[in-house]
C-alpha cells in the first residue's frame, strides 16, 4: 500500500504511559473536552516527551507523505474513486472518523488536529473488531485508555486501562496488527488469482505464526511494543514521571519511546513546528534510532569460503533473522527492496575480483535482475492483468513473498528450528567459480545486507504518472545493516585488532582479521564435495 502504513512502528501504540497519571484508582470527571483530546498539541502540555517522539514519527507523518498522497491519489484517478476511504483510514484515521475526509484528496486542507495517527485515535480506543483493514473502534468519550492499572486517576480527564494499551499483553499486538495487516478487496482490485482476497500486507500474522507471539512453544510473548517502544534512551527519559506540569504529582514509571522506529523515513524536515534546532534533533534522533533498530534485526550468520583449487573459490553467505517478529521486510514487502552485497577482494586491492548486489546509491536494485545472476533480492513479487508486474495495489492479483522467514519454534528437534536461516552460494550456477585464492591471508570476502524502504521502480511509475514530485527519488535513503558496529567501536577490542573497525563499514566479513580476533567462530568442514573455511558470528553484537 504505502510506505507509512508499512513502516513499522508498532503503530497504534501500546503504552499508555503518556495518558495515564494520578494517584487514585477512581475514575475522575474529565475537565477536558473529547474536542481537546482529539487535538495532539493538548497532550503536549503534560506530556512534551512523548509528543515530541510522536512528532517526528511516521505515526505524525502518515497523511502528510508526499508518496502516499501521490499513490492515493493515482488510485482514485484509475479506479474512478472506488478506492474510497480505503488508505486514508489508516494514514488519518481521525480524518475519516470526524468525516473531515473520505478519500485523502482533501488532506491539504484537513485540520492539523487531524492529521496523521494521532494520541486520540490510539489511547481511545476501546475494541478491535478485526484482524485488518483498521478495524479498531472508538469510544468517542473523554476517555483515555492505557496501560497502566494503578493508579489511574489524574486531574486533567478521565482515564482507564486497557489490555490494548498494554505492552506486555497480546491484545496490544491486536490494536497495532490490525493496521498493518491489509487485504485487497475486490474491486477496486480486479479478482484474485486464487479466488481468494489478497493479503497484501501481513506483519500481523506474519507475528502471529512466530516465536515472538504466544503459543504452545514456548513463545517469547513479545508483541509488537517490545520492540517498536521501548523504554527511551538518551538523552530522552526511560524512566520518570508520565506527565510534567505544575501542580501535578506524578511517579515515576517506565517510559516508552513513541518514535516507532522501523525503516520509513520523511522526506522533507519533519517535524517542522517553527524550532529548527529541536525539529532538526528529532529529525536525526528517529534516523538514528531507525539505524539502531535495524541493526539488531538481520545478521550474517556464516561466510563460507569452499576451496574449489588453489586459485578457484565459491562463497556461501547465511543470513539469519534474529531479531524481527516477522518476516523480514514486512509491512509494505511489494514495495520494499531488501538484498545482500557480496564483495571478493584479493591481496588487498581496491578493486573486487567478484561482486554481486553492488549498486550506486540512486541506483534502481531490481534493474539488475537479469544482468546480476547472483542477486539476492528479498521481497514480495506481485501479478496483475496483463503480463507486466504491477506497482500499484489495486491492480493486483496475486502476491508472492520472497522474504526472509521469521523464527517459528524454539525447539531444536523441530525440523522448522532454523526455518529463519538461509543461505545461498556465489555464483548460483553449480559450475562457476570465483577467482580468488581460498586463503585468508589474500582474500577478504564482505557482506552487506541492504534495505530500501521504498524501491526507486516504485517511485518512478509514480514520477512517470505525473503523481509525484521527481525531487523525492533522491531523498530515499538505502539503509544498511550493521550489527557489528558496538564492537567495532570498542577500543578494547579495537586495540589489539584495528581491522575490526571494518566491521562498522559492513554486515560481516570473511578475513583474516575476524579469524584471529577471536570474538567469532571459525570451522573447516567437507561439504559438497568441497572444503568449506568458514567465519560465522557467536551471538548478536550489536547494543
Excluded at 20 to 44: F, R, Y
Excluded at 160 to 188: N, Q, R, T, W
Excluded at 432 to 456: C, E, K, N
Amino acid at each position: 500500500m504505502t510506505r507509512a502504513l508499512g513502516a513499522w512502528h508498532a503503530a497504534i501504540v501500546a503504552s499508555a504511559a503518556s495518558l495515564v497519571i494520578g494517584c487514585s484508582d477512581e475514575a475522575a470527571d474529565s475537565t477536558m473536552t473529547v474536542a481537546q483530546l482529539t487535538d495532539p498539541s493538548t497532550c503536549k502540555e503534560c506530556h512534551v516527551q512523548h509528543y515530541q517522539e510522536w512528532s517526528a514519527s511516521m505515526h505524525a507523518y502518515a497523511s502528510k507523505d508526499p508518496v502516499f498522497r501521490a499513490m492515493n491519489r493515482r488510485g482514485q484517478e484509475e479506479t474512478n474513486g472506488a478506492l474510497g476511504s480505503f488508505c486514508v483510514k489508516c494514514h488519518a484515521p481521525m480524518a475519516v472518523e470526524r468525516g473531515a475526509t473520505t478519500d485523502g484528496l482533501n488532506l491539504a486542507e484537513v485540520p492539523e488536529a487531524l492529521q496523521g495517527v494521532t494520541c486520540y485515535f490510539c489511547h481511545n480506543a476501546d475494541a478491535v473488531a478485526g484482524t485488518h483493514n483498521n478495524p479498531i473502534h472508538l469510544s468517542n468519550d473523554a476517555t483515555m485508555r492505557g496501560g497502566f492499572k494503578n493508579p489511574v486517576r489524574n486531574p486533567a480527564h478521565r482515564s482507564e486501562y486497557s489490555f490494548l494499551m498494554s505492552g506486555a499483553s497480546p491484545e496490544s499486538a491486536k490494536l497495532c496488527g490490525s493496521c498493518h495487516d491489509i487485504v485487497l478487496p475486490s474491486p477496486p482490485a480486479p479478482p484474485s488469482n486464487s479466488g481468494a482476497p489478497v493479503h497484501l500486507e501481513r506483519t500481523f500474522s506474519e507475528w502471529q505464526a512466530s516465536i515472538f507471539a504466544d503459543g504452545d512453544d514456548a513463545g517469547a510473548g513479545l508483541p509488537c511494543p517490545s520492540c517498536h517502544m521501548v523504554p527511551s534512551p538518551a538523552p530522552f527519559k526511560g524512566f520518570g514521571p508520565a506527565a510534567e506540569k505544575a501542580g501535578l504529582a506524578v511517579g515515576s514509571r517506565n517510559l516508552h519511546e513513541h518514535l516507532f522506529p522501523g525503516v520509513d523515513v520523511a522526506f522533507a524536515r519533519f517535524p517542522d513546528t517553527g524550532n529548527a534546532a529541536e525539529d532538526e534533533f528529532l529529525e536525526s534522533r528517529h534516523r538514528q534510532r531507525i539505524q539502531y533498530f535495524l541493526n539488531s534485526t538481520v545478521h550474517v550468520k556464516e561466510i563460507c569460503v569452499h576451496i574449489v583449487n588453489v586459485d578457484q573459490t565459491r562463497i556461501t553467505v547465511m543470513l539469519e533473522n534474529v531479531g524481527a517478529g516477522h518476516l523480514w521486510p514486512s509491512g509494505a514487502s511489494h514495495d520494499r527492496r531488501a538484498w545482500v552485497e557480496v564483495k571478493a577482494y584479493v591481496d588487498g586491492q581496491a578493486t573486487p575480483v567478484y561482486e554481486s548486489g553492488a549498486i550506486a546509491d540512486d541506483e534502481d536494485i531490481t534493474s539488475r535482475e537479469g544482468r546480476d545472476p547472483d542477486l539476492w533480492l528479498f521481497r514480495d513479487k506481485l501479478s496483475g492483468v496483463g503480463d507486466k508486474e504491477p506497482h500499484m495495489f489495486w491492480d493486483v492479483t496475486d502476491a508472492k513473498s520472497y522474504a526472509l522467514p521469521v523464527a517459528v519454534t524454539l525447539v531444536p528437534t523441530d525440523p522448522r528450528y532454523f526455518a529463519n536461516h538461509v543461505s545461498r552460494t556465489y555464483p548460483l550456477s553449480k559450475t562457476a567459480t570465483i577467482g580468488a585464492p581460498p586463503d585468508p591471508a589474500r582474500l577478504r570476502v564482505t557482506v552487506r545486507v541492504r534495505l530500501q524502504a521504498m524501491g526507486f521502480d516504485v517511485l518512478d511509475d509514480l514520477i512517470a504518472s505525473g503523481h509525484l514530485d521527481p525531487a523525492i527519488r533522491a531523498k530515499m535513503p538505502i539503509f544498511s545493516l550493521y550489527p557489528n558496529a558496538v564492537l567495532a567501536n570498542k577500543p578494547e577490542v579495537i586495540g589489539p585488532h584495528p581491522e575490526l573497525r571494518r566491521l562498522g563499514e559492513v554486515s560481516f566479513e570473511w578475513s583474516e582479521a575476524v579469524r584471529n580476533s577471536g570474538r567469532f567462530d571459525a570451522v573447516r568442514n567437507f561439504k559438497d564435495g568441497a572444503t568449506q573455511d568458514c567465519i560465522g558470528m557467536k551471538s548478536p553484537q550489536s547494543e
